[in-house]
Structures are given as C-alpha cells and as structure tokens.
C-alpha cells in the first residue's frame, strides 16, 4: 500500500478497519488484507471493485426496479450506483455495524435520503420482520472472507424469497475459496428459488449467484441490457458479461447448471 494516505483506523478484536486514499481512489479495508469497497470519488457511480459492478448486473433481470433492499453496506458504492442507474426505486439498505455505516458516509460520501433509506441492525432480522415487498434483494454481508450463518441459512434464503416480488431477483455474493461451502450454498439457493445462474469474477474468489422465481431467456437479458447500459457511466458495458452467464437461457438450464458447477472446477 505505497503512496497510499491512511484516512482513518480503527483496530478491533473482531476485525480491524482502515480507510486509506491513494488521488481520487478511497478503499476501505476490513479486515486490513481485505478490500471491503473501493471507489474513485471523480467516479462515484461506478463501483472499483470487480464483484460490485458484478451485481449491477441483476438490472438485467429487472431494469425498472420500484424497491431494492440490500443487506450489508460496506462503504455504500454499489447503493449509490443503483440511485443513479434505477431512478425512481426505492432502496433499503441494512447495516450492523455502526462503525461501518459512519465510514462510507464520512469517507465514501454515502447519502442517506427519502430514496436512500439507512436501516442499523441484523439483516436477518430485518427480513424476518419485514413486510415490504422488493423487486431486488442483494446479499453481500462479508467481512473479509467471513459471514455469519444467520444470513446464509436456508431459513434466511426462504425468508427472503417471501420479500422477493414474483418477478423479482436475488443477487447474492459468495466467496468460493472453500468449495465444499460453496457447492452447499448454491445447492440452498437452488432448492429456495428454484432458479439460478452464476457470474464468476476473474480477478477474485468471488462469484454473484443470481436467483429467482420466474425463468427469463438470454435474449431478454440481451434487450433489457440495452436499456439499462446508458444508465451507467460511460466507458462501462457490463452486457459483455452476459456471455459469461453460467445457466443462461437463465433459469431453463438451472437444475442442470447446477449438477455441472458442483462437478466441475469448483
């Protein structure tokens, strides 16, 4: 980390936080080998991180979203991201620590409002006591490379998908440096929705499940991608991943999909 201005530091039992600036380019580290969020603030629509602009990709599934929730917040760049590319929804962030919340809007320039609604506590306990409805739900509540089990359980993945719209879609991120863990979780997430297809990021052990109730064919994702690119900023073309899809026509293909993903490299 050369050149890099160290703008905050916290060390902690649990998992010590450090948010250094290198120029424009704000990372927030937690632990301190981990980049939890990274964004350049001359960019700040644009997630730095590879995983995060992985996620916006359930646009695809769902281009005009009226709600979002996302659980866990990091230092909020892809909540921020989803202001500017699904105006007009409606986006519930939960976060369970404090300290975290108090960075990305100090540091990451993160800004609650009426469309931007900070919620602190246990995501799953929001789930469980929810009654909103929303058109996308995105789980990424790591801490390095650790999650609890309480919001990756099949209790908690059934309980989301009674928050899911029927046409709605989950967008999880998994870490898959243990793959027994993995293959288990693909296989909770495939028993819940019934419906799933995999986006592998090549920079990192991490892969974006995406997941739903209704089943959708590559030529739609390849239409609602032309909708939904112009929202972005320029010089990103996220529907180059599509052909990157594992299960795609999405969801036709999912339960074979899911026997050769377990079988295969993972």
């Not at 160290?6 to 936080?17: G, H, Q, S």
């Not at 929810?130 to 995105?138: C, E, F, G, R, T």
């Not at 390849?222 to 180059?240: C, D, I, K, T, W």
Request: net charge positive; hydrophobic share 40%; aromatic share 10%.
């Amino acid at each position: 980390m050369n050149k890099q201005e160290v703008l905050y530091y916290l060390k902690r039992e649990i998992n010590t936080m450090m948010v250094t600036r290198h120029e424009s380019v704000v990372t927030l580290w937690c632990p301190l080998n981990t980049k939890q969020s990274e964004t350049d603030l001359n960019n700040p629509y644009l997630p730095m991180l590879e995983y995060a602009r992985h996620i916006l990709c359930l646009l695809f599934f769902v281009p005009v979203p009226e709600r979002i929730l996302v659980i866990g917040l990091g230092g909020g760049t892809i909540p921020t991201a989803l202001c500017a590319a699904a105006e007009g929804a409606v986006i519930d962030v939960v976060e369970i620590d404090t300290e975290v919340a108090a960075i990305a809007e100090r540091f990451f320039h993160f800004r609650p409002s009426n469309r931007l609604r900070l919620f602190l506590g246990d995501g799953a306990v929001f789930v469980q006591e929810s009654k909103a409805l929303y058109d996308v739900i995105i789980l990424d509540a790591y801490t390095g490379a650790h999650i609890s089990d309480s919001v990756c359980s099949e209790a908690f993945y059934s309980g989301v998908s009674h928050r899911l719209t029927d046409r709605g879609i989950v967008a999880v991120n998994i870490i898959t440096g243990n793959k027994a863990l993995f293959r288990n979780k693909l296989r909770l997430l495939h028993g819940v929705f019934g419906s799933i297809s995999t986006l592998d990021c090549k920079g990192s052990k991490n892969t974006i499940v995406f997941a739903g109730k209704k089943k959708i064919h590559k030529s739609t994702l390849l239409q609602n991608a032309e909708l939904v690119e112009p929202r972005f900023p320029a010089g990103f073309r996220p529907s180059a991943l599509i052909e990157q899809f594992k299960g795609v026509p999405l969801f036709e293909k999912a339960k074979w999909q899911l026997s050769n993903m377990c079988k295969h490299g993972r």
